[in-house]
């Protein structure tokens, strides 16, 4: 049989998500302060961006700071907020050079001003670029979006923008998610061995595949990732139709 060409691969996945997970193990692996996992796991963002880059992925969905998170020891959060701000005033110029637009979910309006002032300005020069999208997820929670979604809907159907008298599709409605303009992701990794969701992307994982790893954030490097698209290409999503649907499309 002959060997399989790249045209017989299935496709990369358009949108990867991750759920970084495992800093705190790593650094108490190692006698280290947690905030020490924070740093390395910030080098590994920085890897990882070039390695999905590399791969061909055109959306990268990094979960950074979920809306829970705040309830961490204040000086922990403190250290993540300082990370940040110095993550987007250092990448900012490696993610121009590379031409990856910078996005953000959630509600970033609460972070601490400094990060606003870095954010605004990695979101400001990277906002022409469109084949590359790396989205931070910071203040994060999927439950407020829905709920701030069906807010914003129903504000819509009382003014008439929307009509009152026909039944919403989800179309309509995933307009008002604050990833109404993204791919929903195809592939969404978690690392640490953790198998929980953790309230991130419900809606728009609906499809997606799932990947655990037990790598530690920090040690997640460019072959994890690589292995992970890999179980992806080998996985047959049916989208809830049956496996003979999708080899015989005409037979449906
Ligand atoms: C989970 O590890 C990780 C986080 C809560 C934060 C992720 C943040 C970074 C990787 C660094 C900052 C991000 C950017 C984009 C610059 P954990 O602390 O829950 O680990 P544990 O479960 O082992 O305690």
Do not use: C
Not at 88 to 102: C, G, I, M
Not at 104 to 130: C, M, N, S, W, Y
């Amino acid at each position: 049989m002959p060997a399989p060409t790249p045209a017989d691969q299935p496709p990369v996945p358009a949108h990867v998500a991750i759920i970084m997970d495992g800093n705190g193990r790593w650094a108490k692996q190692r006698g280290l302060p947690r905030l020490e996992g924070h740093r390395r796991g910030v080098e590994t963002v920085r890897a990882t961006v070039a390695a999905a880059r590399d791969l061909g992925i055109r959306v990268l969905t990094l979960y950074a700071f979920s809306a829970e998170n705040w309830n961490r020891p204040a000086d922990e959060v403190g250290g993540l907020m300082n990370l940040l701000e110095f993550f987007l005033k250092r990448e900012t110029a490696t993610l121009v050079r590379d031409r990856v637009r910078l996005r953000t979910i959630g509600r970033t309006d609460k972070l601490p001003e400094p990060v606003r002032h870095q954010l605004a300005a990695a979101l400001q020069a990277t906002e022409h670029f469109t084949e590359h999208t790396l989205v931070l997820a910071l203040n994060y929670g999927s439950r407020t979006e829905v709920a701030e979604a069906a807010q914003a809907y129903a504000t819509d159907v009382a003014s008439g923008k929307l009509p009152a008298d026909t039944p919403p599709t989800w179309e309509t409605f995933a307009r008002y998610l604050y990833t109404a303009d993204l791919p929903d992701p195809d592939l969404v990794i978690r690392t640490s061995g953790e198998t929980r969701v953790s309230n991130f992307l419900l809606m728009q994982a609906a499809y997606a595949e799932f990947v655990f790893t037990p790598v530690l954030w920090p040690d997640f490097g460019k072959d994890d990732l690589a292995a992970a698209v890999a179980d992806f290409q080998r996985r047959e999503r049916r989208f809830g139709r049956t496996s003979e649907q999708l080899t015989a499309p005409g037979k449906a």
